[in-house]
């Protein structure tokens, strides 16, 4: 089955400062990776997503993220935080039509990203 | 705003009790999903509906249903309520290999 894994419950960083937040993925075949962030009381809005192509991966905000084959990984990033981008962050996988799984997307358990001034 | 509509966005009821959450996907959107958030179980895949039929089913508990009407717009049927069924309950949609938009949710609780 598809999996991914968020290490960290909770990330502080300065405002100012570069941000990561980690992912690890475990997928049988090609990995279908998105990031996802969700602000208090609201749904899941779509950041970026990686298919297939560049490694490095441009999204809203400001966000990238780095898709690494060799350490399964698929860490999303911001050069310069901001107070504003303090919100609960999700990495997911997609699950393939052709093993049965539709086209749903399985989520890690959220990385609660802290900016503060 | 995603385009995916949920009613109602709060909803309080008690044990025993069934209730209908409904969802509208975007426009154009054929598959719609739900998602059950709850602090200790996180984000969980209920089910898929694809134009009006089941497409995948993740980890919904017999006490739960949905269905896709032909004008997609989907309902989440909940009965039976249990205190542990309170939780955030989400509906995305989307077109085939697009990412999925999000609704807002609907918070249950149930007392």
């Known amino acids: 089955a598809q999996s991914v894994a968020q290490p960290e419950d909770q990330v502080n960083v300065a405002e100012g400062n570069p941000l990561t937040v980690k992912c690890t993925y475990s997928?049988?075949?090609?990995?279908?990776l998105f990031w996802y962030v969700q602000y208090p009381n609201r749904g899941l809005q779509f950041l970026l997503k990686?298919?297939?192509?560049?490694?490095l991966v441009k999204g809203s905000y400001g966000f990238e993220a780095e898709f690494n084959k060799s350490q399964t990984s698929f860490h999303l990033k911001k050069p310069s935080a901001l107070v504003s981008d303090s919100a609960l962050y999700f990495c997911a996988v997609r699950d393939s039509i052709l093993t049965g799984g539709g086209n749903k997307l399985t989520f890690g358990t959220g990385t609660q990203l802290k900016v503060e001034l | 705003d995603s385009g995916v509509t949920q009613t109602p966005k709060h909803l309080i009821t008690a044990t025993g009790q069934r209730v209908t959450l409904r969802c509208s996907p975007r426009s154009g959107d054929l598959s719609v999903y739900w998602y059950q958030q709850s602090l200790d179980q996180g984000l969980q895949f209920l089910i898929q509906y694809y134009n009006g039929e089941e497409r995948a089913k993740g980890n919904i508990l017999e006490r739960f249903s949905a269905q896709q009407f032909p004008d997609l717009h989907s309902e989440l049927n909940l009965s039976s309520l249990e205190l542990g069924d309170s939780a955030l309950y989400f509906c995305a949609s989307s077109v085939e290999g697009s990412p999925l938009h999000f609704g807002n949710g609907t918070r249950l609780t149930v007392t």
């Open positions: 990686y298919i297939t192509g560049d490694n």
């Open positions: 997928v049988s075949g090609n990995p279908y």
